[in-house]
């Protein structure tokens, strides 16, 4: 089956430590993203690569950090710098303008 | 600037009553719209979209959709909800080349 693959479901950190969110997909996209949902925020956009080896800032990039060195493979790294990192992450992916969203990492920093 | 409201955070009705849900748009002539759905924990399923033509757009579960250009408008309706129709449900529009998505409304059923 085609689609997107989010671990760990449920990642537990200590505050000031890096941590690496895993998205891969097999649907053959060239974008890719990653948002951030918070309660009552809606989805906001971190970072999305549009082709390998390239990727943008969204509208919350600080703290964050991404990679993209296979099309199949987008991870994204909150460090340390990022103040407040407990929230719930979705990766997508996209095709012409439809997104294909993964089931989520939901972080917890203690 | 805010590309996408959703005026209602939450909405409450009782199993079998229609529905709709307002999503109004600010970002260009001819937008590329969508409503997306998520249940508790998960992550989003398409249930429609609008690109052009037929202003009113068939979904999945039963749910369509009204581009109203002169309103600024994409609202989600549904005739008669079922109980599985509780969650969290998304507009969004594409703006360059992004998807950039409202703050949501939480559907609530009453039994």
């Known amino acids: 089956d085609g689609g997107i693959t989010q671990s760990p479901k449920y990642l537990f950190r200590k505050e000031g430590q890096n941590v690496t969110l895993s998205c891969e997909q097999n649907l053959n996209h060239d974008a890719m993203y990653w948002y951030r949902q918070d309660p009552g925020q809606g989805l906001r956009l971190i970072y999305y690569s549009q082709i390998v080896n390239d990727f943008q800032k969204g509208d919350i990039a600080e703290g964050y950090s991404v990679s993209r060195e296979k099309k199949e493979s987008f991870p994204l790294t909150v460090t340390s710098a990022q103040k407040n990192p407990t929230a719930f992450y979705l990766c997508?992916?996209?095709?012409?303008?439809?997104?294909?969203f993964g089931q989520g990492t939901r972080l917890t920093v203690v | 600037a805010q590309s996408v409201t959703q005026p209602d955070i939450h909405i409450t009705v009782s199993e079998g009553a229609s529905l709709e849900l307002r999503c109004n748009y600010s970002?260009?002539?001819?937008?590329?719209l969508f409503w997306y759905v998520q249940s508790p924990g998960q992550g989003l399923q398409l249930l429609l979209k609008y690109f052009s033509g037929d202003t009113l757009v068939q979904g999945i579960k039963g749910f369509e959709a009204e581009f109203k250009r002169s309103q600024s408008s994409f609202n989600l309706r549904k005739p008669s909800v079922h109980w599985s129709d509780a969650a969290e449900y998304f507009c969004?529009?594409?703006?360059?080349?992004?998807?950039?998505f409202g703050k949501g409304t939480r559907l609530h059923i009453l039994p």
């Open positions: 970002y260009g002539a001819t937008p590329y």
């Open positions: 997508a992916s996209q095709r012409y303008t439809e997104a294909f």
């Open positions: 969004a529009v594409v703006r360059d080349d992004k998807i950039i």
